[in-house]
Nanobody, 124 residues
């Protein structure tokens, strides 16, 4: 069982910065990857960034070169540094993790887990 808790959200002016954190209370499964999604009012949840178990990092085009996802090790908190924030970044940000209790990662083996979300509001 994986429990995720996000923190670091808040309100900032456009151009400002925030750093989100996501902690997993306990690892009992194989960690297959972690990342961030966001959902703005009236929009569907969208991918923001991720880091896989092999260290592969991906970003949505909308945040590339502005956001940085990081994790020092598998058991350390997940971070996302957000710089040059824009009003369109306003959303609830959710930590995501994929974990497997079946001995390996991959489709059909890993399951998705979600945090409760943290609000990021960027004003002009």
């Amino acid at each position: 069982q994986v429990r995720l808790v996000e923190s670091g959200g808040g309100s900032v002016q456009a151009g400002g910065s925030l750093k989100l954190s996501c902690t997993a209370s306990r690892y009992t499964y194989i960690n297959c990857g972690m990342g961030w999604y966001r959902q703005a009012p009236g929009k569907e949840r969208e991918f923001v960034s991720s880091i896989s178990s092999d260290g592969t990092i991906e970003y949505a085009d909308s945040v590339k070169d502005r956001f940085t996802i990081s994790r020092d090790n598998v058991k350390a908190p997940l971070y996302m540094q957000m710089n040059s924030l824009k009003t369109e970044d306003t959303a609830v940000y959710y930590c995501w993790a994929a974990a497997s209790g079946l001995g390996r990662c991959g489709r059909g083996y890993q399951l998705d887990y979600w945090g409760q979300g943290t609000q990021v509001t960027v004003s002009s």
